[in-house]
C-alpha cells in the first residue's frame, strides 16, 4: 500500500512511481495547498483538470477549523473536501511555530493561541498523530520543532533534538493507532478501517553536520515510507537551501521518497529535482495568483500592468489550462482591475497547472535521460524574476 | 434572426423560443447577471453546466471600466468575456439613477460621477446606443429614466415622458448604427458585422393609467422584436408589482417577449410568468450567494447557521447542481466560516441553477398545461421566507 519505486534517473533526478491507499502519484510531484480543506478557489473539478495527483492539508488550520472530530462526523478529510485521490496532511509543527502571538514551547509539547477564536491550545505528537488519524489523509507528518532560518548552532541542535525525541512519540502513538484500526477496534468512528503512513521530518536549520546526523538518527527509527526535509525556505539564502539539499541527497536512502516541504517556487524545483527530491508543495502558485502573478515560460508577469489592458494573448502562451486557452490578458486584467473574484480563481488555476506541468516536464526528462540538458534550457527562458 | 414564437399557454403562462444572433432562447428564462462582463464568481463553463443560455451584462460598469472601447479591441462583449451564447446589455439608466453621489438629469441626458474614479462623465440616449453597440450584444436596452418606488405622479409622468423622447432617439441612433452595419461601413473596427436588436423600457411607476399610457406610446414608436418593463422591484410593495405586470399584460402584444428587469426572487419569478412574463434578469442568486443565502425547495437558508456543522445533507437535495451532488452542508459551513473564496462559488452556482431550474419547470408546467396547478404546488412548498 506505500510502495516506492524509481522509474528512471537522470544524474541525481529520479522519476518514481508511489503507490498509496488513495491511488498512485508519479514523481517528481507538485501537491497544490489545501491550507483549510480546499486549495484557495479551485474545485475538486478544477484540480483534476491541471492534473493535480495529491493534495496537502494543513492540520493545524483543520483542528482550530471546524475541529477534526466534524471533520471524522462527516466521514474524514477525503470526503469532506471531495476529494478522493491521495492526501497528505503536515504535522502542525510549522503553523504552530509561525504564528504570532503567545506560544510556549516545553519537552511536553506546544502552547499557543488559535488565530481564530484566542483560545489557549497545546499540540504535543501524540495528538498531532491523532488528529491526523481522524483527518485520515494517506500520509501523515511527525510534529517537528522548526526554527527560523538564520537560526544559530545551539538553536538548531536543540530543535533537532526535540524533534528526535517528539519523532519516537509519534511513531509510538502512530503504531498504536494503527494496530487498533487493523483489528476494528475503530467500530465508535465513522472512519473506514484505512491505512495511513508517518513520514519523518529532518530538522537541522542549514549546518550540514547537523542535518546528517539528524538523518541518521532517524533512520534509526524507522523503517519509513518515505522521509521530509523540513525547516528550509524559511528565510535562509537559496544557496544554503540547494547546499543543503545537496549535502542531505549524498545519504538519504535512494528507496525512499524524499520531499521538500513548502518549496516552491519554479526554479526551486527544478534546482530541487536536480538534486534528487520528489515531491513538494507551495502556497506561492495560489497566493501569487490571488494577487495578480502568474508564471509564465519567460518568467512571471503581474496581470494588473496597464500593458496588458488591450492585450488579445493568453496569460502563457506555451500553457494548455483553461485560463490560457480561454480568455486574453486583457479580460484577465480587467477581472483584477475591477475585484472580480473569477480573476483570482483563473490565475489560481493557472499558477497550478504550471507548475503541475514543470514536474511533469521534468519527469519527461528524467526518463529520456537528459535532465540536466533540459534544466540548463529551462532556466535560460525562465530567468526567474522572483516576483510571484 | 430576432424571432419569437410561443410553444405553449397554460393561462397567461406562455412557453416561448426565443431566436437570437448568438443562439436560440427557451422561455421562460431566467438570465444570469454578469455586472462586469463576470457573472461573479462563476467562469463561462460553470454558466453552461448549470443550464444559463443568456446572461446580462452591465453597459455603465462596461462603459466606467474597462471601456468599451478596450472591449470593442479585444473582439467585442462575447469574445471579452468568453461567452458565445446570447448577450443582452441594459442601457445603464438603471444604474445612473441608482448611484449614490452627483447626477444632474436634463433633456439631454445624465451627468454623473464615475464610481470607479470619480470623473465627471455623460450618458446620453445616443452614447448608451453607441456604447452598446461597440460591446455587440444580442439585444440592447434604450436608455430610460427611473424613478423610485414610491415616486409620486408629476414625478412618474415626468419620467415616462422623457423616457418616450429618448426612445425616439435611441431608436434614430440605433437605426443609422444598424445600416453602417449592413453596408459594411464598420471596416475601421474590430467588430464583425452583425445584427443587434433594441428593446423598449415600459416607465410609469406603479400607477396603471401611466404604464398603459407609456405602452400605447412606446407600440407607436415600433416595430419592436421585445419590450420591457422597467422600474418595478425598486422598494414598491410586492402587491403593487404583481398589479403593475396584471394590468400590462392585458394589453402587451402577446407576439411580442415581456423581459420583466431586475425580478427577482422565485415566487416573483414563479408570480410573474402567471403573469406572462417571459424573461427575468436578478443579482439575487449571486449576492445572495456571497453572504451564505441558498435557494432551496423549501425555501432559502443560511448556511453559517450553526445547525449545519455536522450536517451530511446537500444544500438542496432535490438539486441537480456541482454544489448538491458533491460537498455536505457541513461542508460548506466550514468554507463560509473559514472565509473560503471556494464557498462564494459554490453557493452562487447553487443559486443561480437554482432560477434556471425553476424556469425550465415552469415551461414544463406551461407545456403540460397545467401551470396554474403547478404554481400552486410550489408556492405550498417554498413558503417564500425573504432571507435571501
Not at 121 to 128: G, L, N, Q, V
Not at 305 to 321: G, I, K, Q, S, V
Request: proline share 5%; net charge negative.
Amino acid at each position: 500500500m506505500f510502495e516506492f519505486r524509481i522509474d528512471a534517473t537522470s544524474g541525481a533526478a529520479r522519476a518514481g512511481t508511489l503507490i498509496l491507499p488513495h491511488g498512485i502519484v508519479t514523481t517528481p510531484v507538485f501537491m497544490p495547498v489545501g491550507t483549510q480543506a480546499t486549495v484557495r478557489t479551485l474545485s475538486p473539478a478544477d484540480l483534476e483538470t491541471v492534473g493535480a495527483q495529491i493534495v496537502l492539508a494543513n492540520t493545524y488550520h483543520l483542528h482550530v477549523r471546524p475541529g477534526e472530530d466534524v471533520i471524522e462526523q462527516l466521514g474524514g478529510l477525503h470526503k469532506f473536501m471531495a476529494w478522493e485521490r491521495p492526501l497528505l496532511t503536515d504535522s502542525g509543527g510549522f503553523q504552530v511555530f509561525s504564528l504570532a502571538g503567545f506560544r510556549r514551547v516545553d519537552e511536553e509539547g506546544v502552547e499557543f493561541q488559535s488565530h481564530v477564536d484566542g483560545s489557549r491550545r497545546m499540540i504535543t505528537p501524540e495528538r498531532a498523530v491523532e488528529i491526523q488519524a481522524k483527518l485520515g489523509a494517506d500520509i501523515a507528518m511527525a510534529f517537528d520543532h522548526v526554527v527560523p532560518g538564520g537560526a544559530d548552532e545551539s538553536t538548531a541542535r536543540d530543535a533537532l533534538e526535540r524533534t528526535v525525541r517528539w519523532l519516537e512519540r509519534c511513531v509510538n502513538t502512530h503504531r498504536e493507532l494503527l494496530e487498533g484500526w487493523k483489528v476494528g477496534r475503530n467500530e465508535h468512528s465513522n472512519l473506514p478501517t484505512f491505512q495511513q503512513t508517518l513520514w519523518p521530518i529532518i530538522q537541522g536549520g542549514t549546518l550540514p553536520a547537523l542535518r546528517t546526523e539528524c538523518l541518521d538518527r532517524i533512520m534509526e527509527l524507522g523503517p519509513w515510507t518515505g522521509i521530509a526535509i523540513g525547516g528550509l525556505s524559511v528565510g535562509e539564502p537559496k544557496d544554503k537551501m540547494y547546499a543543503t539539499v545537496e549535502v542531505l541527497e549524498e545519504r538519504l536512502p535512494p528507496t525512499l521518497p524524499r520531499y521538500l516541504m513548502g518549496v516552491g517556487f519554479p526554479a526551486d524545483l527544478v534546482a530541487a529535482v536536480e538534486r534528487g527530491v520528489d515531491l513538494f508543495d507551495c502556497v506561492a502558485p495560489t497566493r501569487g495568483g490571488r494577487n495578480g502573478s502568474a508564471f509564465t515560460a519567460e518568467g512571471t508577469l503581474n496581470i494588473r500592468n496597464a500593458a496588458f489592458r488591450t492585450d488579445e494573448a493568453p496569460l502563457d502562451p506555451t500553457c494548455d489550462c483553461e485560463t490560457c486557452t480561454t480568455y486574453s490578458r486583457g479580460y484577465l486584467r480587467h477581472l483584477f482591475a475591477a475585484g472580480e473574484l473569477l480573476g483570482l480563481r483563473l490565475l489560481s488555476l493557472h499558477n497550478v497547472r504550471y507548475l503541475i506541468r514543470l514536474a511533469e516536464d521534468m519527469r519527461a526528462a528524467i526518463q529520456r535521460g537528459d535532465f540536466t540538458a533540459w534544466a540548463d534550457e529551462w532556466r535560460r527562458r525562465y530567468q526567474h524574476t522572483g516576483v510571484a
